[in-house]
């Protein structure tokens, strides 16, 4: 032992305890294990310190005949039991972070005060030789009494602990407690926190959710399920129905590929008959947005099949109008023709079909007519790093070939025929008198390719590289100070 810690035994139990302090502060929480490495090591000198100089934390202070000196071993030794309550908690919480992750963290803040109340009782009986018989009977009467009173406190924690035991659900599942539903943000001694999709917080005690029904929307994860319910007419045929809902599934790229969206019927009755399209997504942010655009395609799809849905039977387009004519009612950029245009403007559109995996229009072809799709879903594949990907799918009542048409330019991508598909065909030369005269009509398309220009160009360019900031300032935020 160096004489300058020998002789001053006190003052270096005091600068060791700060340099912990210190040190547990500085050293980055990405470091855990340094920072477990580093508070061993200190204990171990501050224990060999307190023991050399006859301070020992098992029997009542020295220094008798000195007051001063026999209040500051007091304080030291009470600290060393507090020391090394503190590290052998720190010690168990880093064993736990690696078998349990961060849903341990209520079973570890109740063993720490376990060990926190072992070692205060432990400091009453070997450094202030108090009897702790009594004092463990006073506190518990104490405790009874206390016990009573918050008798409904306990039962949530109590709960909490069995909740990170049994782990029906960790930080960041998507669950569903008694019909709340919500992302869980924060599980601690009382409730479980959630946050639900409408940004609001939902406080659940634990006590009610270790007795609710629990729905875990996050397990198996990266799968969440969703469902839509549709009713059409009772005298539409169920084939035609089922594969126009499986052409809307296809259509629907969120929806992930295994397991396999599906079509089943639920009902009937005499106004009409119910299907349910199910399927899955690999995000739960992703359902409200999935479900919308999955309804919307059920729609169209159905619509141009001939299907309507119950509650628009009554608007659906008459049996008597030829597909031609139906298709520009329900196109967004030809709704606006007079009635006698439309008659005019289906008689020039030739039908033409292409089975799956058919290219309709290559990427650098310059096309020099409009296709407008009646059924099917196309499939649009641009090119990144000499690989090709899907960018997005499309269906009924959209349209190909709009860039050749309005500036003579190619194609941003190659087209192709996804399932089968059935599309009306303008030619240029009929279709352009038609744009000259409708500024509306060209100004919808011209909108139409901006907007499909700059989708193009965002998911083919590179995304920025973000500089890594660097200097003094940066690290000490690295390290929370």
């Known amino acids: 032992m160096p004489s300058f810690i020998a002789d001053h035994p006190m003052l270096c139990a005091v600068a060791l305890t700060l340099i912990d302090i210190a040190v547990w502060r500085l050293i980055s929480p990405n470091l855990a294990n340094w920072k477990l490495a580093a508070r061993l090591v200190i204990f171990a000198v501050f224990s060999a310190v307190l023991f050399n100089d006859g301070m020992n934390p098992m ?44 849903t341990g963290r209520l079973l570890q803040d109740l063993l720490g005060a376990v060990i926190f109340l072992i070692a205060i009782i432990a400091a009453m009986a070997y450094v202030l030789d108090l009897p702790v018989k009594g004092v463990l009977a006073t506190s518990g009467a104490v405790a009874i009494i206390v016990g009573l009173a918050l008798q409904s406190t306990l039962s949530d924690v109590f709960s909490g602990i069995v909740l990170n035991t049994t782990k029906p659900y960790q ?4 669950i569903s ?3 709340t539903e919500g992302r869980v943000t924060d599980i601690d001694w009382r409730a479980t926190r959630l946050q639900t999709s409408q940004g609001s917080l939902a406080v659940i005690p634990n006590s009610l959710a270790a007795k609710a029904k629990i729905i875990n929307f996050s397990r198996p994860a990266d799968m969440f399920g969703l469902a839509v319910s549709l009713q059409v007419s009772p005298h539409a045929r169920p084939q035609t129905v ?9 259509g629907c790229r969120p929806l992930l590929a295994q ?25 739960m942010g992703l359902k409200r947005e999935t479900r919308n655009q999955l309804y919307d395609l059920a729609y169209r799809h159905l619509q141009a099949a001939g299907v309507g849905l119950l509650s628009a039977t009554e608007g659906s387009t008459p049996p008597a109008v030829s597909g031609a004519r139906a298709l520009l009612e329900r196109s967004s950029i030809f709704s ?18 292409y089975r799956a995996g058919e290219m309709i229009l290559a990427a650098g072809e310059v096309s020099d007519h409009l296709f407008i799709i009646e059924s099917g879903v196309v499939s649009v594949l641009l090119v990144k790093d000499g690989h090709k990907f899907e960018a997005g799918r499309m269906g009924p009542g959209e349209v190909i070939g709009e860039s050749g048409i ?28 038609c744009l000259d005269a409708r500024h509306d009509i060209g100004e919808a398309m011209k909108a139409l390719l901006d907007f499909r220009r700059h989708a193009a160009q965002a998911l083919t360019e590179d995304a920025p590289v973000v500089p890594v900031k660097k200097g003094f300032i940066q690290w000490l935020r690295n390290r929370g100070l």
């Open 177 to 179: 407690i008694d019909g």
């Open 171 to 174: 930080i960041d599942d998507w």
């Open 242 to 250: 089922i594969e126009a809902l499986e052409r809307a599934m296809q």
């Open 59 to 102: 029997q009542a202070a020295p220094y008798a005949d000195d007051t001063t000196l026999h209040l500051a071993a007091t304080a030291l030794q009470i600290g060393w039991w507090l020391f090394a309550a503190r590290t052998l908690t720190v010690l168990l919480g880093a064993v736990m972070m690696q078998r349990v992750g961060h």
């Open 259 to 283: 397991p396999a969206p599906s079509v089943a019927f639920k009902a009937s009755t005499g106004s009409g008959v119910e299907y349910e399209i199910s399927g899955f997504v690999p995000a």
């Open 336 to 353: 606006t023709l007079r009635q006698e245009e439309k008659d005019t403007f289906s008689q020039n559109m030739t039908l033409h079909t």
């Open 406 to 433: 309005l500036s003579d330019q190619a194609a941003l991508a190659d087209f192709s025929a996804k399932t089968y598909c059935t599309l009306y065909r303008i030619e240029n030369e009929y279709l352009k008198p």
